[in-house]
């Protein structure tokens, strides 16, 4: 039951932020570089119905994302989320009535082989020991400079589909680090909700949180979701996968047989996320 429930969860999660992802680029429209990360954008869009019930959508996908992480390791949960880019499409095909074509159906059986081929090839367990401090200001630290840097290119180069692209991993990188602080939240809750909300985990994780939010909108607003959404689901797993191991001490199977075929599955389904991505299904959001 356990077991179902963390494979599940992502899943769910990673339906709605698809809906979610959805939404909030149609309400992004079209943004000059020169208005990327400034305040009236975001300001704007909190203001449209439309864009605040989406990212509610959001929300309730964090909390899946967060039961999950609870019990699993991010070496499984993560991976999972990126069936999004696979909803994504499906919802457009019901939604818009848009057809699927041979050449989708084929990436989605990619994605979805490729996840499965790595899971168990990897054979992940979960962490068992407190979080390392130092890995997670290092973290922290590589994830902000990653996003600084992000940040300056975006705004300064005129290619939609290369902001798009840049942006798309530093969201990344945002999302990973919000998931490592999920994961430490999640387990100060057995010591009680007001050691929770005393400590500086839950607020690490608040302000972690805005940041991706907002690294998220700019990045829908940046380009064509068929560019960014690819660069955030591959960006975001394999981050996590890292942190995981090296923050929670997450294990692997890294026996040579088992680490080759890991690496050759994960290819797969990297593989069929680049090709979905570039669909021409999904560049009807490239607006």
Do not use: C
């Amino acid at each position: 039951m356990l077991v179902a429930l963390i494979i599940s969860f992502p899943i769910v999660a990673a339906f709605l932020n698809a809906l979610s992802s959805i939404l909030q680029r149609y309400q992004a429209g079209h943004v000059e570089a020169e208005d990327l990360f400034r305040r009236h954008f975001i300001k704007s869009l909190s203001k449209n119905p439309k864009w605040v019930a989406a990212f509610g959508l959001q929300i309730l996908a964090f909390f899946f994302q967060a039961a999950a992480l609870r019990k699993g390791a991010m070496v499984v949960v993560q991976p999972l989320l990126a069936v999004e880019l696979v909803f994504i499409l499906l919802i457009l095909h019901f939604y818009k009535g848009m057809a699927v074509g041979k050449k989708e159906w084929a990436a989605i059986l990619l994605i979805i082989g490729g996840l499965t081929g790595m899971i168990i090839s990897a054979q992940p367990k979960a962490g068992t020991h407190p979080f390392y401090v130092s890995g997670l200001i290092v973290a922290s630290s590589v994830v902000a400079g990653i996003i600084a840097v992000g940040i300056y290119v975006v705004r300064r180069t005129k290619s939609s589909r290369y902001r798009a692209a840049v942006s798309g991993v530093a969201a990344g990188f945002s999302f990973a680090l919000v998931a490592t602080l999920t994961k430490i939240v999640t387990r100060q809750l057995s010591h009680g909700l007001l050691s929770l909300v005393s400590g500086w985990q839950v607020w690490a994780l608040f302000a972690a949180g805005i940041v991706s939010v907002i690294m998220a909108q700019n990045t829908y607003g940046a380009g064509p979701i068929a560019v960014s959404q690819p660069a955030m689901m591959l960006t975001e797993p394999i981050i996590s996968v890292i942190f995981g191991i090296y923050i929670f001490g997450d294990a692997v199977n890294l026996s040579p047989l088992n680490l080759a075929f890991a690496l050759f599955t994960g290819l797969i389904a990297a593989t069929g996320i680049t090709i979905l991505g570039r669909s021409k299904q999904l560049r009807v959001l490239a607006i």
